[in-house]
């Protein structure tokens, strides 16, 4: 029976290998990089195809295939590939992390270690505002004055927790309850190892160019300094069907139909009915699902009728 499977050996990412254990820096203190990974490009289609053996004849058909099954989610084959990182990150930033429970973690603990004596700084120009429409969100800065002063301030902060943290070390206080009154703004590490399907819902999400500013700094890194090069046309398909693509609800493309045939007017008529616009002394007014219509529209290149003075 053993006879009649050929030998294999491991799949390997030559791009990947070059990069194994480099760190990549991200804000002022953090960073990324791959201790260890599993599987290729080469391992997904074989995984697509129930095959370990050469699986196709031309790097093109690897590309259809990949580019087909992303195409129609067909997402069981890119959990045949998987990666480890190790991320060193603001723990503010580090909660929004951990939310995706689709990883196996083991986080620096400072029960049994001391803390990273470093800490996130925000420059004076980078306060971030928040957004008016998007409750979890931020949008535009603070001036730099005002943020200049905010930064002093911050410095302070993070000196005095630090002094008053190591104090009670010193003391002999538990590490555990010397801790407590660190800001979320101090760095942990982790490492974190992930299959590439879920590692790209991951990327979709953070790299959104609504995410959170400091986990989108550690997404773009990860998609396109790492998944890049260990799997380049599985990026590839996920660049063009996910990661730039347009999703069109079944609203979304009735009203694309009238503004393409012209009925401008037909349109915001019917936007109206379903209450995605109301009209209040001659003005309209958009909810939060007709203002993503909106930037869907202008992303196409197509004008929105019922914004034209």
């Given amino acids: 029976m053993a006879n009649q499977f050929e030998k294999i050996s491991r799949v390997q990412s030559p791009e990947l290998d070059k990069i194994l254990g480099q760190p990549f820096k991200v804000l002022d ?51 045949m590939c998987e990666i480890k990182l190790h991320v060193r990150v603001p723990m503010d930033c580090w909660r929004q992390w951990i939310r995706h429970r689709t990883a196996n973690v083991n986080e620096y603990s400072t029960r049994y270690s001391v803390a990273i004596d470093s800490a996130y700084r925000t420059a004076p120009g980078e306060w971030r505002m928040q957004a008016l429409q998007n409750k979890q969100g931020s949008e535009g800065f603070l001036g730099e004055e005002a943020g200049a002063e905010l930064s002093k301030r911050e410095a302070e902060i993070h000196r005095m927790s630090r002094e008053e943290y190591q104090r009670r070390i010193d ?38 160019k609504k995410a959170q500013y400091e986990i989108r700094m550690y997404s773009n890194i990860i998609g396109r300094e790492i998944v890049k090069r260990w799997c380049p046309l599985a990026w590839e398909s996920f660049e063009d069907y996910r990661l730039k693509s347009v999703s069109l609800s079944e609203i979304d493309q009735k009203v694309l139909s ?19 616009i109301t009209e209040k002394d001659g003005a309209l007014k958009s909810n939060f699902e007709c203002s993503e219509l909106e930037s869907k529209l202008t992303e196409m290149g197509h004008g929105v009728p019922w914004l034209k003075k």
């Avoid at 289609?45 to 370990?52: K, L, N």
């Avoid at 009154?181 to 992930?194: C, F, G, V």
């Fill in 29 to 79: 203190d953090g960073f990324v990089r791959v201790v260890d990974y599993m599987g290729s490009d080469e391992s997904i289609v074989q995984a697509a195809r129930v095959s370990y053996g050469k699986g196709t004849k031309t790097v093109s058909d690897d590309r259809q295939l990949l580019r087909y099954l992303m195409r129609h989610k067909h997402t069981s084959p890119f959990e």
């Fill in 171 to 208: 003391a002999g206080v538990a590490r555990e309850l010397a801790r407590k009154d660190l800001p979320l703004s101090t760095y942990t590490e982790a490492y974190w190892k992930i299959d590439l399907s879920n590692l790209l819902h991951f990327l979709e999400l953070r790299m959104e």
């Fill in 258 to 276: 009238m503004v393409l045939k012209g009925k401008n007017e037909e349109a915001v008529k019917y936007l109206k009915e379903i209450k995605f």
